[in-house]
């Protein structure tokens, strides 16, 4: 931006960068770098061939974010992609794929990478030379030249295939943007109807500005305003941004520290202060290094690339990262105004005077920061706990200044600051002069603790709740930084120990290593043909479009002619009448063209759902949920629709009680009256009464989880002009259901309508019923008004409307032998349904099947209760009800190991299921391969070698704790509802030889439209090149089942199987007239004989079916095993956690593609260690979601995945059951990351033991940090 500039790419965030901010600055998206069409670039082709990309919605944004590291750094470590991917999520993949494709951009990748492969191939890392090849004996280390070798295009991946990367070859910076006089020294006005943005080019202009307009807010990155503006919905007359402004983003020395100006971006005092840190003696400097080690937490990379410093500090969020830190180093802050000229203020105690509000005055800015060095005797620490390490706000954050006496521990000064304690971000004054003259001991830390209770009491009803965890972290902080300090004092310049090495460890933070992983599966034979695509680990065939911001969603389908936008008007209450709704002003706004609501329809229109038609479309004479839909405003474009949507007046009168819990509707004996239904087997009371029996009593909970899907709800809706014909795009799981609903609402034949999905940004069952809350009212309006319209969610819309995992409370009753066999269960399963029932029924009774996950009770009797509660009506989630049923059996495992003081894995092997073990829904268990997924589990994972180091480990460090968990599954595949094992398929022979695919799945990331075309590929024995899919559409397969319940292969591969084969069939003679001839010989040569090349297939699953009342029959089709071991690591003064190490079994019969599979495996489990450790949904007792949006809301990110993530296939295991011998992949191995949960929980049981309280106590999901914190009570939590 100044003379002899020196270029610099920078990702940023799309959403928050405003296009007035680009003047003179080269933007490049993702279709600028590389396209199918042209040339890929390595980066967008890496990521596709290492198949990390499922959905593709997320892909666009790491690519660039790789992209931009690339072009910055000629050289790059695993650290600095790992800090580039900060600010990046991704809900399908599990991150591994990813990371293991842009390794290889990495300078040393070769040598950290080794391949083990025979039968099985595996990306390995450093350390992992010592790793035994699964294949023991058989390793392919070990074969001699007469054996058979692999092909190397059987790989994961294969890095000979990919395009070789040449920086030099990137384009240039345009010449015409270098014009630093044209663009650089120009002030400049842009004027919209709203909103004035300036962009002054010296001080003395923006100061002028400033004076004139004292409300104006200072941009630089517009991190907070454009949150403020786009959620908040403020209004900014007047912006000015000062990043033209030398004084306002120069970095200068003198010899009392650095003067950093306010609009400096952190990314840029980042790279500075690593300089000075280089360069100077280390003791100048432990600012600096505390600042930076705080700012690798802060935001992500994309936020930090463009916030500035004066921004953090004006914003004066209570929760700032960066504001205790400098407010512990009281920090001087240079002001300037035009009337006022200069003057300076201290960052202390009176600097901020309320919540966001501070010192300086309207007309004044904040010009300059004065960051101190440090002396030889100060030490500055800070800490920072959050939900999630990466991109995350604090839930309290402290940070220490302090200076001791010339070589001695005594305090000569300490300040201690807090965020997340008040209103604002508070120096402990009191504490500090109370510590003045102490020495730094325990003595001083009793003392500092019993003064910050009384100086940071925080009171019960304070915002952001969490009470006593905060309080406790006040405390937990402020011990590791006593115990960092003391560690470094020691090696500084007291030379004795000041601390015990049982406690050093409460000085560490967590920092991730180089991730390891490995992937095992068999590879086909050198005997199948190259164009049978079967078991091959083909990439996804929509990866290189994804990467290339090519594939099309729902939202990018071009605007049509006339086209209108809706948005929706939402209530605002729980549970209310509505008095009055008036949309008057809103349809004065130029630009609405209509309003619609419940009077629009008639009642039996307006009722739908997709089993009973228990909720409204539009809400008529009451609301039952915040985010219920009240009516929907049609209008030119989608600013003026959603600020119309916010001018409808609503008048509501609160109706009581509002139900929110399980526990508020056990209370008001709130249910839904399809329930309670039971599931019996044996006599459960003679187990009880048996007196040769123990029995345990207890209960769990389990919170839900939203779907956070990267694509949220989208719809578009086009009338055809003619009989009432109506085309929709939706992005929906069950476009037949989409349909059926529009016809309900239009009173118009399906025959008319056609419901088109080309692919989804990730479903996960969000997208299964809950899409016609979108699709409907935009097929409503457009068939009203004839004109075509459009509709994309929200993400805080989509969280508020549509629904999550169902939160469940399971209580139980069991009897078990004095070794811990089971014998008799009772259980009670409840699921908190929201207002309507949705799939809450199919969902608790999942739950039911599988309440015993993977163990054989003789006696049980299991009952299930559907909650009605005024939330959103919650909704189908993979697992659909059976990991938390599976939750609850693991629960009892636990507690029965407990009691009897035996391990819990010896109660686990003691109970499993065996061969033809019998259900208590009285289904054999044929092929079952429990008993080899847990023996390989067990052996692969080194589990009894492991257990004794992690025994050691937890002797030798009293602040960090391991454990160590195995866990199994069965999941039973099949819709439970016996009608909807059903599928279709289309099939089409062109006479160039090409095939046109099509089915009743949807494709959401899982790959299913993949598999289904390798399916073709080995039935009609053509190469996958000559086979496409283009999209899902009720008009080429009709009356389909949702894709959901893992059986959109199953299902769909058997009637694509069947369309290829009769095909196939009558290709055979042509084959015979002409042996030598190609596939296209025999095609044309067919369609000359008049041979139909087009066909229809269906499959309805065989011998299926059950009955709940009579507990007879088959719910499920068979069964997909597996088994997980997972070892963590915990932090027991933050609450915070890692995961060590995760190994993974799987039974998936034949994989039909196992880069696919494995893929599935990942991010499921990612997925699912979500749900079980970090995702919370918070409510308010008046059903307000305070977890709203990503802020919020926080699933894994990269930095969450294990060190080393490990994934087997089982070998021979064939599944006769489905197409190709292969098995269903996509919810079963979800549960599977409670073994990081219940590693957990081992790992706070020994914090317990240490700290001498009781080793019993209950551990509900998610483990939270706050919750694993307060679980490991100790004499902080106790005061």
Known sequence: ???????????????????????????????????????????????????????????????????????????????????????????????????????????????????????????????????????????????????????????????????????????????????????????????????????????????????????????????????????????????????????????????????????????????????????????????????????????????????????????????????????????????????????????????????????????????????????????????????????????????INVEFESNTNVIKYINVAYGGMAPVTKLATKTGESLKGE??????????????????????????????????????????????????????????????????????????????????????????????????????????????????????????????????????????????????????????????????????????????????????????SQGQTIGVIVAKDQAIAQEAARMVEIEYEDIHPIIVTIEDAIEKNSFYPQFPKTISRGDVQKAFDDKSNIII???????????????????????????????????????????????????????????????????????????????LPVAFAAHKLQKPVRCMLDRDEDMMMTGTRHPFLIKYKVAVTQEGKLMGAQVNIYNNGGYSIDLSGPVVERAMFHYENAYYVPNAEVTGHVCKTNLPSNTAFRGFGGPQGMFGAENIIEDIAFKLGKSSDEIRRINLYKENSITHYNQSLENCTLQRCWDECIEKSKLAERRQFIEKFNKEHRWRKRGIAIIPTKFGIAFTEKLLNQAGALVLIYMDGSVLLSHGGTEMGQGLHTKMIQVASRALGVDVSKIHISETSTDKVPNTSATAASAGSDLNGMAVLQACETLAKRLQPFKENNPNGKWEDWVLSAWIDRVSLSATGFYATPNIGYDIKTNTGTPFNYFTFGAACTEVEIDCLSGDHQVIRSDIVMDLGESLNPAIDIGQIEGAFMQGYGLFTIEELIYSPNGTLFSRGPGAYKIPGFGDIPQEFNVSLLKGAPNPRAVYSSKAVGEPPLFLASSAFFAIKEAIRAARADAGVSLEFRLDAPATSARIRMACEDHITKR
């Open 1 to 399: 931006m100044f003379p002899n500039p020196v270029f610099s790419h920078l990702a940023v965030n799309a959403c928050l960068a405003p296009v007035c901010a680009m003047h003179g600055l080269a933007v490049t998206t993702v279709e600028g770098i590389g396209s199918t069409k042209t040339r890929l670039h390595p980066v967008q082709e890496r990521i596709a061939k290492a198949h990390g990309s499922q959905c593709g919605f997320c892909t666009p944004g790491i690519v660039m974010s790789m992209y931009t590291l690339l072009r910055t750094n000629t050289k790059i470590s695993y650290n600095d992609m790992e800090v580039a991917f900060q600010g990046n999520l991704c809900r399908c993949t599990g991150y591994r794929a990813i990371i293991e494709g842009y390794k290889t951009f990495i300078e040393d990748w070769e040598t950290q990478r080794i391949v083990n492969t025979t039968n099985g191939a595996s990306n390995g890392e450093p350390n992992s030379q010592n790793r035994v090849c699964a294949m023991g004996k058989d390793c392919c280390k070990n074969k001699t030249d007469k054996d058979e070798e692999p092909s190397e295009t059987e790989y994961i991946f294969d890095k000979s295939s990919f395009l070789p990367y040449d920086n030099t070859q990137e384009p240039i910076f345009p010449p015409e943007l270098k014009l630093y006089s044209v663009y650089d020294e120009q002030s400049l006005l842009y004027k919209g109807q709203k909103v004035s943005w300036y962009r002054p080019k010296d001080l003395n202009t923006i100061l002028k500005l400033k004076n004139k307009y004292p409300d104006a807010k200072i941009v630089v990155g517009n991190t907070e305003v454009g949150v403020e503006v786009k959620f908040k919905h403020c209004v900014y007359p007047t912006i000015i941004m000062p990043n033209c402004v030398p004084e306002l983003n120069a970095i200068t020395e003198n010899e009392n520290g650095l003067t950093i100006g306010a609009a400096v971006t952190l990314m840029e005092i980042e790279n500075n202060l690593r300089k000075y840190i280089n360069d100077l003696p280390k003791y100048k400097t432990r600012s600096f290094v505390t600042i930076i080690d705080m700012l690798n937490w802060f935001a992500g990379k994309q936020i930090r690339n463009v916030a500035a410093i004066g921004g953090n500090i004006m914003t004066g969020s209570p929760i700032s990262d960066l504001n205790p830190i400098l407010m512990a180093l009281k920090v001087k802050l240079n002001l300037v105004s035009e009337d006022g000229g200069h003057r300076s203020v201290l960052m202390d105690e009176t600097f901020f005077t309320g919540y966001r509000r501070n010192v300086v005055k309207p007309n004044e800015i904040l010009l300059s920061i004065e960051l101190p060095y440090t002396n030889k005797y100060q030490y500055v620490m800070a800490y920072k706990q959050a939900k999630r390490r990466e991109d995350d706000i604090s839930i309290v954050t402290a940070a």
């Open 697 to 775: 009593e207890g209960q769990c909970r389990m919170g839900g989880q939203e779907h956070f899907y990267l694509e949220t709800h989208a719809a578009f809706a086009i009338p055809k002009k003619e009989d009432d014909e109506l085309e929709v795009f939706c992005s929906s799981q069950h476009p037949s259901e989409i349909a059926k609903l529009i016809s309900h609402i239009l009173h118009v034949p399906m025959n008319r309508i056609v419901a088109r999905v080309k692919r989804m940004g990730g479903g996960f069952g969000g997208k299964e019923s809950r899409g016609m809350l979108v699709a």
């Open 439 to 624: 020495k730094w001991n325990e003595a001083m830390l009793d003392k500092a603790f019993s003064s910050l209770i009384e100086e940071l009491p925080l009171n019960p009803s304070a915002p952001g709740g969490n009470i006593q965890f905060r309080r406790t972290l006040t405390m937990s902080l402020f011990l590791k930084a006593y115990l960092a300090i003391a560690k470094q004092m020691t090696k500084d310049y007291i030379h004795e120990d000041l601390i015990l090495p049982y406690h050093s460890s409460g000085a560490e933070q967590f920092h991730g290593d180089i991730p390891k992983s490995a992937q095992y599966f068999d590879l086909v034979g050198d005997e199948q043909v190259k164009s049978d695509a079967v078991g091959r680990p083909l990439t996804h065939m929509s990866a290189f479009k994804q990467t290339t911001g090519e594939a099309i969603y729902c939202d990018d389908i071009p605007a049509a002619e006339g086209e209108l936008y809706l948005a929706f008007v939402l209530s605002t209450r729980a549970h209310a009448k509505l008095l009055s709704v008036n949309p008057e002003k809103a349809l004065k706004k130029p630009g609405v063209v209509a309003f619609f609501s419940a009077k629009d329809l008639t009642p039996e229109q307006n009722a739908i759902g997709p089993i009973f038609h228990d909720e409204e479309l539009f809400a008529s004479e009451k609301v039952v």
